[in-house]
Every structure is written in C-alpha cells, then in structure tokens.
C-alpha cells in the first residue's frame, strides 16, 4: 500500500510549483500524493486515507484542523511560509502557537536562523525543529530555474519589455478594507499591550512607505512615458485600489494574472519592490532588484532582503539604475551577506535541496502511522454531483458571510473569504500535468507518473509502477 501524503496549498502563485516538485519527488519514491487547497481537503478529512499532512502555517486557527487529523489516524507536519523574512523573537511569537507546536509531529525550518530563534523561544519542542529548507527555493536554483525562464520567455515575448513593481503593502491596502491591527487582535496573534503597539508602529512604518512608493511610481511613470510598467498586487491587498491609484496611466498594467511571479520576475527588465521577498527571489534569478525604501526603520525591514537587493531611498537614483543598461553590480553581494543567507535558507546554495530532506523525514514519520483509514471512501466521482454539491456550498457560504455581516455585524468571515478569494486559484488536472512534466524532464525522470482528481479540485499522483518495483 502507498504511503499516502497531502500538500495543502492556500496560495496558488506562491507555493503551486513547489508542492508540485515535492509530490514528484515523493511520489517516484512510491508515495501517493494529494493536492488541493485548503478548503476541498479539510471537509474530506473523514474520507481520505490517513497519511502525512503537510501544512503550511501553525497559526491559532490550525488548532482544531490538527486535532481533527490526528483523530483520524494522521500524522501533520508543518513549515511557516513566511518565516523566511521574520524581524524577531516578537514577530515568531505573534506567528506560532504553542497549542499547535504541541500536537506537531515535525516542524521544518527555513534554515540555522530560526531553527536558532525557535529553540531558544520554545525549547520544550526542540526535537520537533528540523532544518530543511523550503521547496520555494528549490524551484529558483539551478536546475529547476530553467522552467521559469523558459515561461519567462513566452511571457517576455507576449507582454514586451516591462519594469515589473512588486507591492507589499498587505497591512494597509487590505482586500477585506478592514483594520489590520484589530483583525490580528480578534485572530489571537496579538495577546499582550507590547504586541499590539509593536504592530502599530510596523502598519504606520508601512503606510508610510506606501504613500512614497505611490510617489516613486507617479515619477517613474511621467520620466519613462515610454517604458511599459507591470504591477503586480499582494494576494491580500485590494487590487482596484491601485487600478483606481493609477487610473489614466496608459504605460502602467495592474496585473492579477494567476501566473507565478517569478516567471514574471524573469521576464521583466528590473524588479522594484518594498521590503518584499520577491527581491530575495530576484536574487536567485540573477536579477536586477531595488529595494526601496523611504523611509526606514529596521524592527520591520528584513535584513536578509536588504542584504541581497539594491537599497534605494531617492527617485532619482531609481531612475539612473532603471535607465542604465545591464545588471552593473547591483545584484552583487558581500560575502558576509552570502553567509547569512546560506545562515537563513538552508537550501540556498546548488546541490543542496530541501526536497531530499523532507522525504527523509516523512519515511520515518510513515513507519510511525497507527492506520485508521486505509482507503479513500464515500468520495463521490460523478461529475453531477459534485458541480450540485459544489454549486451549494458557494450558495451556503455566500448566505453564512452576508448573515455575519448583516445580522451579527461581524466582518470576520467576510475578511476570510476576500482574502482566500484573492489567494486561491483555479486549480485543473491539465495545470498539475504540465507543471509534473516539465519538472520531471528536467530531472530526467521516466514518463511514469499518473495525475487524477481524487474529489473536486484534489488532485492525486503517483507513479505508475507497481507498489512491489517501488
């Protein structure tokens, strides 16, 4: 029987191709892999075989999503997708909830830096911390990178020669227009009067920021009316608040297209961003990347990117650095700088891969599993009946949000549900199969996998040799 392992996805841009490498890699080592977002594989805990969860935060709301999969025979494994770029002890603990670090089997650290910082801070689970390294890395390096720049180049050849601008303005430009500080608060990530004015000042540090990046572009846009500009909003921020921004600006696209940004880092002649990790990602695509920065205060601007990136404060050195031809030295680092990432990302350097890591650790947890589900059950196939079932839970949902919103004047669920909106695509069998099959040529793997949808928008693969050959 094929050890079964589930990859939860919440935000399709961001973590897509590297859940795809993952389940490649596992499942030419026999593994049967599930893939989905959140939503699609949480209600079907009860049906699913019991295997290896895989999920991506340890937030309070995860609290009871753990209890429920390991009363179902489960094991759950977890890694923090944003704790690459954490600021501080304050900033993981505002992140992780102990409750959830308690009912762990694994957690898996970026790399040394915060394994360090997660010792130190919760040193009761120091046999759960293990330094992997994240799958997102993996996908940037050498050879991986090459599948990005090949779409880099379709994308180049469809959109032009373009600027790309990166925003991270998530705590102020919010998709669900409501206040961050008190949402963070209702969440149970702020717990103390210190956490609370901390978080204060990193949104005022923000909104300040954002008010001259607004200004920067406005330059950009009227100095180079010529050159074609491509923003790319957060997932979480309110995409028609820049469209209105920059209404009128014919050189300017506001893009929100479901293709990762990285291909469009790749394609672009430059990245302009604000203490955003897609500048660390430039780094690895060997690419021209400036951080601005106006104004700038260090509890909240992430070291490593600052290391890796040009920071600039001036327009006008902006303007000289985009109008200048080549990379120049600007993606140039400093060998201490160099130690610090390879500190941070355990898999930042070629031949070093996260994926190896993980696989070995799930082959241990997997001789651990007290089965309680040995097979997928009462998942119904017929396409019928699930678009009715689907088409009725849109319909439920719809009706619970507009009920909080309207009758209980609570805006919580209505948060939730803009910002999932905003983060999830619309995942097919087609998208799974041709991202596996560019990965698996790189890698040089036999065309022996197989992809089907397990339930609606789950997505199952395997290899398609005997369990006995695996």
Known sequence: MKPRLYLVIENYNRELESRIYLSLKAANLGWSVVIGNKANIFKQIKNLKSGIFFIKSVGPRYIEIIDLLKKYGNKVVA?????????????????MNKECLRELDYYYCWGKREFDYLCRLYPEFKTKFIITGNPRIDVIKKPLSQKNLDESFKLKKKKGDFILLNSGFGKVIRASKTDWVQDSINAGKLDTEEKIQNEKRAVQYEADNLKEFVKLTNFLLMKLPHQKFILRPHPSEDDNWWRETFKGKNNLEVNTDKISTNVFIGASRCLIAHNCITLLEAYHFNKKSLNFIFKSDKRYEHELINQCSHICSDKNDILKIVESNGNKDYINISEEAKKN??????????????????????????????????????????????????????????????????????????????IAKNKRGVLTVKDVKDHLSKYRKILQYEDKFKVFELHNNLFCIESKKSESQN
């Open 79 to 95: 890694t923090d997708e944003e704790n690459i770029v954490f600021f501080s002890e304050n900033h993981l603990l505002t992140r």
């Open 341 to 418: 990432i390879s500190y941070s990302i355990y898999n930042s350097k070629v031949g070093v891969d996260s994926t190896d890591k993980i696989i070995e650790n799930l082959n241990i947890i997997n001789k651990n599993i007290s089965i309680k589900n040995t097979f997928d059950k009462n998942i119904p196939k017929f396409f019928f009946l699930i678009k009715i079932r689907s088409y009725l839970y849109k319909f439920y949902n719809f009706l619970r949000v507009y009920y909080d919103l309207i009758i209980k004047k609570d805006k919580s669920r209505l948060i939730l549900h803009t």
